[in-house]
DNA sequence: CCGTATAGATCTACAGTGTAGAGGCATGAG
DNA sequence: CTCATGCCTCTACACTGTAGATCTATACGG
């Protein structure tokens, strides 16, 4: 049957893997597949299609974790179930982050992660209405962390020679200068957002709910 | 003098306007400024450098603006202000925002964006140890959203079909679908979103602080 | 004023890219 | 057996970034 289609799909994320994204041309990928470039034509239509493709079965792999993930009651688990997904799955395949900002989610498995947050912030309380966009502000924000992360906005860049003199043109920089040298604990800051953001979700549920 | 490169990043920037990044080959740039391909290098080492010299530039658009921005007393207006700029610049510029994410804040009108930012949580109350922290979480969303909104994330997706329906398979969509039929405003959710973060900057200054 | 150094522009060429188009070949249907 | 359909191959085209050699015009020291 179509076989040869995830035949293709995982080379080309094998090639994307370890070469990174600008490593997969079609012919890189028909030669991994022990082909020819044009050979790849009938079952991918394009290299965006390809791309599409790599970027689905990605989130194909994460939608067959989520029942585990959302098994447990708590939505604080869930929530932080989703958002460490989200991040382990950008540090192992940096590529696929730029991708995420340009495809909506419409894939069953892209709408599955929606449906799981949507349940988390209903289990907290949030009104429905305030839902959706609660959704958009918690996933927006893990995007841009992930791509911040895997991009390289926060490594390894910053250096201390920049930010921490110049303090006349710079006036809070030097206020906060002390906080500026020690090396930076990613995993810690991104678990301290995800407890801002938990506090955030339960001040609407009480505001509004 | 070295008014060359400036023609070249100037031109670039347009060609990038209204043809996207894509647009943006070295012939083309060579093409609009009057002049061979190869005679780009002696001003701009790389195709890489020729788009962090385009990054560059309009960060310096902004760095101008910034000091009318950080003018108001009120740290709430600086920090939208920033939101503001960050935005529209996003959509005037799609494809610088990709950029964005792959750069650290080294420029100095970069830096000064964050030390305009810094200032702010400063004037919030938000204890210095956390200022970095917050700064980065509150960047973080704004490039999210500008990223997701200018990459197409948010829009024309999201058929109605497929999450308005199949209740039974997303449960949570069924419960909230009242919510995801009408169109949104961007705007209001965007502003809405900044005024949630500013009340989680406020409670992180009233708890620590 | 003249020779020369230097920096900028040019031309050619190479190794890539995605993919259109035409032809080959084998397998299943009538 | 004939034919059609779908997958594959090969060739070719219009691109890409840029290395290397060459040419030219400008500025400077004698």
New interface residues.
């Given amino acids: 049957m179509s076989g040869k289609r995830e035949e293709i799909v995982e080379a080309a994320l094998a090639i994307a893997d370890e070469r990174g994204l600008g490593g997969v041309s079609m012919r890189a990928v028909a030669q991994a597949v022990g082909v020819t470039p044009m050979a790849l034509y009938p079952h991918v239509k394009d290299k965006a299609g390809l791309l599409d493709a790599m970027l689905g079965r990605l989130l194909a792999n994460v939608g067959e974790a989520a029942p585990q993930l959302s098994g447990s009651q708590d939505w604080r688990v869930r929530l932080r179930a989703f958002a460490d997904t989200a991040r382990s799955l950008a540090m192992g395949h940096p590529w696929a982050v730029?991708l995420?900002?340009?495809?909506?989610?419409?894939t069953?498995d892209a709408?599955?992660t929606?449906?799981?947050?949507?349940?988390a912030l209903?289990d907290a309380g949030v009104p429905?209405?305030q839902?959706?966009?609660l959704e958009?502000?918690v996933s927006?924000?893990?995007?841009?962390?992930i791509?911040?992360e895997s991009?390289?906005?926060?490594?390894?860049?910053?250096?201390r020679g920049?930010?921490g003199r110049?303090g006349d043109?710079?006036?809070?920089?030097a206020?906060?200068a002390?906080?500026?040298l020690p090396p930076?604990d990613w995993d810690a800051?991104y678990a301290?957002?995800l407890d801002?953001?938990e506090?955030?979700v339960e001040?609407?549920a009480e505001r509004d709910g």
Avoid at 114 to 119: A, K, Q
Avoid at 151 to 158: M, S, T, V
Wanted: proline share 11%; glycine share 12%.
């Fill in positions: 730029t995420l900002f340009s495809r909506p989610a419409v069953p709408v599955g929606v449906d799981l947050l949507y349940g209903l429905p209405g839902v959706p966009r958009r502000l927006t924000y893990v995007l841009g962390w791509a911040s991009g390289g906005r926060f490594g390894p860049g910053d250096p920049v930010r110049a043109a710079f006036p809070a920089h206020a906060v002390d906080w500026l930076v800051e301290a957002d801002d953001l506090r955030l001040s609407v």
